[in-house]
């Protein structure tokens, strides 16, 4: 596959994904930007999502990951299901009652202006630091088939990337997301498939075989009870599977601003459930394709590469494979890209713009929009810089990378909202922020002691381990002239 090959696909998507968001954006202004108005299908949104919830990483590193870790991660997508279960029936009922723009105006609500600053903040560093891990993934793989071979250096090639992706979020926000997600589902769906049966093709397997062969390969294996010290433990991944679904969804402001984008409450919870469950079929698609290239290399006397994201594009990239199945791969590739780097600049656009700036109260239509444009460039530039940093750091296994970042990062967030929701006590709000600092610190050190102390593997479990250790700091926080008698939550009228 020639640069040129690669360049023409990534134009010929850009062009279509450029149309749906023109469309999509015509007649918008600001609350299309930051809710969409508030009028999208939720058959829509749901199929969106599946796409929303699958980046640059989990195309490239999912696939790899099965040589390592088999299908273990298949037991942490079976907690996501449940997490969805708990957000639609939890949080999305309470954010549509309080008509919330940002999510974390709840945090404002329930304990202070410093918490709901805290709460901006966290998610702000967090997702500036998670989406430019997930699309460096993806600008390291362009380089390698276009960038590179034409001598063009990576930092050309991140500012290329970004100013496209800028482009087309610019105007449409939310709505353009929406929008531009169903194409992105439709095409990493597609695209996958479409791998296995050129796979299946050239090794000549077909359809029993395929089943066959994939369920007696020793990558397949799902479930893993016999090792509790393990990090592919079954209970340690269900359970942070729960937990991860409910702060990487429910308490991110990228994902929860789709849901929000439905007409009602009702519908933006049949959306949530429903995405759940679509995303266990299409993670188990990964999954059963990296299997294939696992195959394909042992039947093609091919060496397994050293870092196991690699592996899918080597296999799609091979001169045994059809041109079409690297134009395939290359298109899922910029699908799951483009989009997952658009919402997050989206999202980081609003919360700057409505939780820490408090633009909307300050500033009238026409100034807001001007102010609004120009953090969304400023963020984009932000997070080209972030991923230019990354290209000197990178993981062997970029997936775990992001999850072990979420686990530190969306800990504080976890505990702050599970503390309000679950009791009726007030905090010190002042105390809130060096709260949110010191957990994530604490983690680190519980993290380091009981590898040492027992040799235990401490995998995503330990978001757990972050938002517990908020909430104590929290019930510290609590006056003590409260203590005994908490003071009733009265959520503000909307």
């Not at 010929?12 to 600001?30: E, H, M, P, Q, T």
């Amino acid at each position: 596959m020639t640069p040129l090959t690669v360049i023409v696909t990534v134009a010929c998507y850009f062009a279509l994904l450029i149309g749906i968001s023109w469309v999509a954006s015509r007649g918008s202004d600001n609350d299309t930007f930051f809710t969409g108005n508030r009028k999208a299908p939720w058959p829509v949104v749901a199929f969106a999502m599946v796409g929303a919830a699958i980046s640059g990483v989990t195309f490239i590193s999912v696939p790899g990951m099965v040589a390592a870790k088999g299908y273990a991660y298949l037991q942490m997508v079976m907690g996501f299901i449940v997490g969805y279960v708990v957000i639609a029936v939890a949080l999305v009922p309470l954010f549509y009652r309080l008509g919330l723009v940002s999510i974390y105006g709840y945090l404002g609500q329930r304990f202070g202006s410093n918490s709901y600053r805290s709460g901006a903040w966290i998610f702000f560093v967090s997702k500036m630091l998670g989406a430019s891990v997930r699309f460096f993934v993806v600008c390291a793989v362009l380089q390698l088939l276009v960038f590179r071979p034409l001598g063009i250096p990576f930092e050309v090639n991140v500012a290329a990337t970004i100013g496209l992706i800028w482009l087309y979020t610019v105007r449409g926000g939310v709505k353009a997301l929406v929008w531009t997600d169903l194409l992105k589902s439709a095409c990493l769906i597609g695209s996958v498939a479409l791998c296995i049966i050129f796979i299946a093709k050239d090794l000549g397997l077909g359809f029993t075989q395929l089943v066959d062969a994939v369920g007696s390969h020793h990558s397949s294996r799902v479930f893993f009870f016999d090792d509790p010290k393990s990090g592919q433990w079954f209970w340690k991944q269900f359970l942070a599977g729960v937990f991860m679904a409910i702060a990487t969804n429910g308490l991110d402001q990228d994902m929860m601003q789709r849901h929000l984008s439905c007409r009602d409450s009702a519908s933006s919870r049949k959306n949530m459930i429903w995405s759940g469950v679509m995303q266990f079929f299409v993670i188990g698609l990964f999954l059963i394709l990296g299997t294939m290239l696992l195959l394909y290399t042992s039947h093609n006397a091919l060496e397994l590469p050293e870092k196991s994201d690699e592996l899918f594009g080597l296999v799609a990239s091979h001169d045994g494979m059809p041109v079409v199945a690297g134009i395939v791969f290359v298109v899922g590739l910029i699908a799951a890209a483009y989009s997952a780097a658009g919402s997050a600049l989206t999202s980081l656009t609003t919360s700057l713009t409505v939780d820490i700036l408090d633009a909307p109260q300050r500033l009238d239509p026409q100034r807001l929009t001007i102010v609004r444009r120009r953090i969304h460039g400023a963020m984009a530039a932000v997070m080209g810089l972030v991923i230019v940093v990354f290209y000197h750091l990178s993981e062997d296994d970029a997936i775990s990378a992001v999850y072990t970042l979420a686990s530190y990062t969306y800990g504080p967030i976890l505990g702050l909202f599970a503390f309000g929701l679950l009791t009726r006590r007030q905090v010190r709000d002042s105390w809130v922020p060096a709260i949110c600092i010191a957990a994530p610190a604490l983690a680190w050190v519980v993290q380091w002691l009981l590898h040492r102390t027992w040799g235990y593997e401490t995998g995503f479990e330990l978001l757990i381990i972050n938002a517990l250790l908020t909430m104590i700091g929290l019930t510290a926080a609590v006056p003590a002239a409260r203590r005994q008698t908490p003071t009733a939550y009265a959520e503000k009228p909307v």
